[in-house]
């Protein structure tokens, strides 16, 4: 079955730890991103990548980390300076050119600070 | 100024009825824009990419672009309560992308 798989679905973490979400993708797109999303917030971006080995910062990087040696993989580690890290988190995969317009998105991964 | 405006809603409508979403945006430099459906603790779900100012339609959906105005729609003809969702607008520049803040839907039946 094709698509983006981001785990896990929901998550809790304690105040001052570290959590990486994963997101996999056998799409074959170049460029994945990583999205918070808050309520009547829409969509901030946070990381992406166009390329293995290369990712840029998006609006609201700080507190965040990502890696991107694979082509199917690309983790978001939320650290613990990210202040505010309970969210919804949504990973997205796209092409580039004309087969790639456009961006999917993952279910989500839950994440609250307890 | 947001990138992208979109009227947060709520929207009710009843069954049947034709739903009218709209987006603004600032960037005449957007190429590319795109609507997704997104249901309650779900990921986006895309519905319509359009590239070029005009009419697409595919079945229910018809998505509109007029960049003159810098303004775009999607309509749903015939609504159905399984439409009941928040509808996010989209536009693509370069490797970028940037999102309304959504219009959630409610069609009763």
């Known amino acids: 079955d094709g698509g983006i798989t981001q785990s896990p679905k929901y998550l809790f973490r304690k105040e001052g730890q570290n959590v990486t979400l994963s997101c996999e993708q056998n799409l074959n797109h170049d460029a994945m991103y990583w999205y918070r999303q808050d309520p009547g917030q829409g969509l901030r971006l946070i990381y992406y990548?166009?390329?293995?080995?290369?990712?840029q910062k998006g609006d609201i990087a700080e507190g965040y980390s990502v890696s991107r040696e694979k082509k199917e993989s690309f983790p978001l580690t939320v650290t613990s300076a990210q202040k505010n890290p309970t969210a919804f988190y949504l990973c997205?995969?796209?092409?580039?050119?004309?087969?790639?317009?456009?961006?999917?998105f993952g279910e989500g991964s839950w994440l609250t600070v307890v | 100024q947001k990138e992208v405006e979109q009227d947060p809603g709520p929207l009710s409508v009843p069954e049947g009825a034709i739903v009218s979403l709209n987006c603004t945006y600032s960037?005449?430099?957007?190429?590319?824009f795109m609507w997704y459906r997104q249901y309650s603790r779900k990921g986006p779900e895309l519905l319509m990419y359009t590239y070029s100012s005009g009419n697409k339609e595919d079945g229910r959906f018809t998505a509109q672009v007029d960049k003159s105005s810098k303004y775009i729609s999607l309509f749903i003809r015939d609504s159905q309560p399984s439409d009941s969702a928040t509808y996010l607008c989209?536009?693509?520049?370069?490797?970028?992308?940037?999102f309304g803040s959504g219009t959630k839907l409610n069609v009763k039946p």
């Open positions: 990548s166009q390329i293995v080995n290369d990712f």
């Open positions: 989209a536009m693509r520049v370069f490797n970028k992308f940037y």
């Open positions: 960037n005449s430099a957007f190429q590319y």
């Open positions: 997205a995969a796209g092409g580039q050119g004309t087969s790639g317009n456009t961006i999917y």
